[in-house]
């Protein structure tokens, strides 16, 4: 069962538009979530996190909102630069009982247009 | 640089071989990940180790695959007799709690191609 699910696969954003990044997800344990950015043949970049204590975390261009009622977060970056295009993933974790494994989305591809 | 580093980068070897890949984590962090990540897919949890101690395997790691981290510091993977399907990315992950929480940053991954 995939617990943390970014139903989009891709996204194209025109430069310096705002790019939204979507993330569902089912396990209401989750109390920590993260979003890491990815380029080809390169691991995971973490990019901002936000607690469940929070609705809003903002680090420079990039802004995580959190909807604990509906299950969903969102990643805002604007504006849109083309060196923003990658994979982006959505990571999720339980409360801080030892092991704090991320349970991860599938990923949504970002193409930011010149 | 004091980023994650993994050794090799790529390896190719037979069905049926054994392989070994290396992570180094950053200096002071004690914990330290592995995952898989295959194709269109998201990075999936494999094993913990919290300084020495494998503390949590996932049922994805079949008795094929075991895990070291010898004096806390570096870690092994190892795969005996691949199958094809062990073909993937193999990513490491190490991290240090502060101030209550704790962010896991990720090593460059080692792909592995099954043939």
Same mark, same amino acid.
């Given at each position: 069962?995939? +617990?943390? *699910?970014?139903?989009? =696969?891709?996204?194209?954003? +025109?430069?310096?538009?705002?790019?939204?990044?979507?993330?569902?997800?089912?396990?209401?344990? %989750?109390?920590? $979530?993260?979003?890491?950015?990815?380029?080809?043949?390169?691991?995971?970049? %973490?990019?901002?996190?936000?607690?469940?204590?929070?609705? *809003?975390?903002?680090?420079?261009?990039? @802004?995580? $909102?959190?909807?604990?009622?509906? !299950? #969903?977060?969102?990643? #805002?970056?604007?504006?849109?630069?083309?060196?923003?295009?990658?994979?982006?993933?959505?990571?999720?974790?339980?409360?801080?009982?030892?092991?704090?494994?991320?349970?991860?989305?599938?990923? @949504?591809?970002? @193409?930011?247009?010149? | 640089?004091?980023?994650?580093?993994?050794?090799?980068? #790529?390896?190719?070897? !037979?069905?049926?071989?054994?392989?070994?890949?290396?992570?180094? =984590?950053?200096?002071? #962090?004690?914990?330290?990940?592995?995952?898989?990540?295959?194709?269109?897919?998201? =990075?999936? %949890?494999?094993?913990?180790?919290?300084?020495?101690?494998?503390?949590? !395997?996932?049922?994805?790691?079949?008795?094929? %695959?075991?895990?070291?981290?010898? !004096?806390?510091? $570096?870690?092994?993977?190892?795969?005996?007799?691949?199958?094809?399907?062990?073909?993937?990315?193999?990513?490491?992950?190490?991290?240090?709690? @502060?101030?209550?929480?704790?962010?896991?940053?990720?090593?460059?991954?080692?792909?592995?191609?099954?043939?």
């Amino acid at each position: 069962d995939q +617990q943390v *699910k970014q139903n989009s =696969p891709s996204l194209s954003v +025109q430069e310096g538009r705002i790019s939204i990044l979507n993330c569902d997800y089912t396990n209401s344990m %989750f109390d920590y $979530f993260l979003w890491y950015k990815k380029y080809p043949a390169e691991g995971p970049t %973490f990019l901002i996190s936000i607690s469940s204590i929070k609705d *809003k975390n903002e680090d420079g261009r990039f @802004t995580v $909102f959190l909807n604990k009622s509906a !299950k #969903h977060l969102s990643l #805002h970056i604007v504006p849109s630069q083309p060196g923003d295009s990658a994979v982006y993933f959505c990571a999720a974790r339980p409360p801080n009982f030892g092991n704090e494994k991320l349970t991860f989305g599938t990923g @949504t591809r970002l @193409t930011i247009i010149p | 640089d004091t980023g994650v580093s993994q050794n090799p980068r #790529h390896k190719i070897t !037979k069905r049926g071989q054994n392989v070994t890949f290396r992570c180094d =984590p950053i200096s002071e #962090h004690n914990r330290l990940y592995w995952y898989r990540q295959t194709l269109g897919q998201g =990075p999936e %949890f494999l094993t913990y180790f919290q300084n020495e101690a494998q503390l949590e !395997k996932s049922r994805l790691l079949s008795d094929r %695959f075991s895990a070291e981290r010898p !004096k806390g510091s $570096f870690s092994t993977l190892e795969i005996q007799r691949t199958e094809q399907g062990d073909s993937a990315m193999y990513l490491c992950a190490s991290s240090i709690r @502060t101030s209550g929480q704790e962010t896991q940053y990720f090593g460059p991954g080692t792909r592995l191609l099954v043939l």
